[in-house]
């Protein structure tokens, strides 16, 4: 067998299970604020509360995900997570009131911090080690799919079949990736990457059960994208409608998600090969530009050239602050490292959600995506700080040690 192998069955099995679960997080995630609006007669501070209380359960859980995935074991957790996961997609069909609303947003997002954190260990556990960079770039790529297909069939169901059928298409999509998630194989232990140990039931829970130290300084970079990211996916369809181009607010998300795929491949084998310094600065000025020209955009063709340029600069970033996060740790803790990166990355985008709403509702959309490109540039100096000149302190360290020696 060989053990370099990428594309092999459970890799793409959960890579499928991770794109059909964004899938249904990024479709209800665009059309909810058209159904807080006007489904439910709500506020854009509602609106970016029923975002917010999502996330806020999902940083709750997050934590525990890699210690639950530690105890019982990855194929369990992935099993339970997306089972429920599905139940709350169904029950969106049987909202009637915010309240309401509200309530299945808080089970839903601790359901989805689970799930994803449990997807993303499989993956990684899949992975070759020699190919970590490459694979992590491929299993995101899904992600990113997702992203893009989400919203814009989100938008257009929900402009032609109403929001039921949106509900309706969301649960289908997540009893397909309950359906692949348990379907792929639990991984046997490899002198590459061994098999997380799973602790003994008895024995106390400590903070380093629920948090890798080591992922903590790249995940506040992620923490500073994901606040400014939020804008983009809660506010597009009422900032389009509010520049009378709602018409073309899910052909952004086309472009966006086309900028995402096309370097993906190119990204993965840089990652490996020449580390990612070389990718995140650029990457961080592009998503900064792209974020300026949406400001601005007051035709189709900016809207439309402006998702482009955002999903080059995001699409080239994500996977570089994801794959710094899970190598930071060790590979039994990869689980813990991956799920503190989406802690923070998930308070980030609950924390924009409701501060970028409530900007926008005093200051107006374009001062909000002004400050989202603001944001994103103030993640590099984040970047250098705790994650660059840490490095390079490091690697200096090292070889004077090695002189010395």
């Excluded at 990211?229 to 998600?257: E, P, W």
Aim: hydrophobic share 50%; glycine share 8%.
């Amino acid at each position: 067998m060989n053990s370099n192998k990428l594309w092999s069955a459970d890799f793409i099995k959960i890579c499928l299970s991770s794109f059909f679960l964004f899938f249904a997080f990024y479709t209800m995630a665009t059309a909810l604020s058209d159904f807080v609006t006007n489904g439910l007669g709500g506020t854009n501070t509602q609106t970016g509360l029923s975002m917010t209380v999502f996330i806020i359960a999902a940083v709750l859980l997050r934590p525990f995900a890699g210690h639950f995935i530690s105890r019982y074991g990855e194929r369990k957790i992935v099993m339970i997570s997306l089972l429920l996961f599905l139940l709350l997609s169904i029950a969106y069909l049987g909202v009637f009131g915010y309240g309401m609303l509200l309530l299945v947003r808080f089970f839903h997002g601790g359901t989805f911090a689970i799930a994803t954190t449990s997807t993303n260990t499989t993956a990684l556990r899949i992975i070759p080690e020699k190919r970590k960079g490459e694979g992590i770039s491929y299993f995101s790529l899904f992600m990113s799919l997702a992203m893009v297909m989400g919203p814009f069939v989100g938008l257009t169901i929900t402009t032609y079949g109403g929001f039921t059928a949106m509900f309706a298409m969301c649960a289908v999509c997540s009893l397909i990736a309950f359906a692949l998630g348990i379907s792929t194989k639990r991984q046997p232990k490899s002198v590459d990457a061994p098999e997380e140990a799973v602790l003994p039931v008895k024995r106390k829970m400590h903070w380093r059960d629920l948090i890798e130290v080591k992922a903590i300084p790249i995940a506040l970079s992620g923490f500073v994208v994901a606040f400014a990211y939020s804008g983009l996916v809660t506010f597009m369809a009422l900032y389009a409608h509010d520049k009378a181009i709602d018409q073309y607010a899910s052909y952004f998300f086309v472009c966006f998600g086309i900028m995402i795929v096309l370097p993906r491949p190119i990204i993965g084998k840089l990652l490996d090969r020449v580390g990612e310094h070389v990718i995140v600065y650029p990457s961080i000025v592009i998503f900064a530009i792209g974020f300026i020209m949406l400001s601005q955009a007051n035709s189709p063709t900016m809207l439309l050239l402006a998702g482009a340029v955002i999903g080059l600069g995001y699409g080239a970033v994500l996977p570089c602050f994801q794959t710094v996060a899970a190598l930071a740790a060790p590979p039994h803790r990869r689980g813990l490292a991956t799920a503190t990166f989406y802690l923070l990355f998930d308070l980030g985008y609950g924390t924009g959600s409701y501060s970028l709403g409530a900007l926008a509702s005093g200051y107006g959309y374009s001062a909000m995506y002004t400050l989202c490109a603001a944001v994103i540039a103030f993640s590099s100096i984040i970047y250098f700080v705790l994650h660059h000149k840490r490095q390079k302190t490091k690697a200096a360290s090292e070889d004077n040690a090695y002189i010395a020696s």
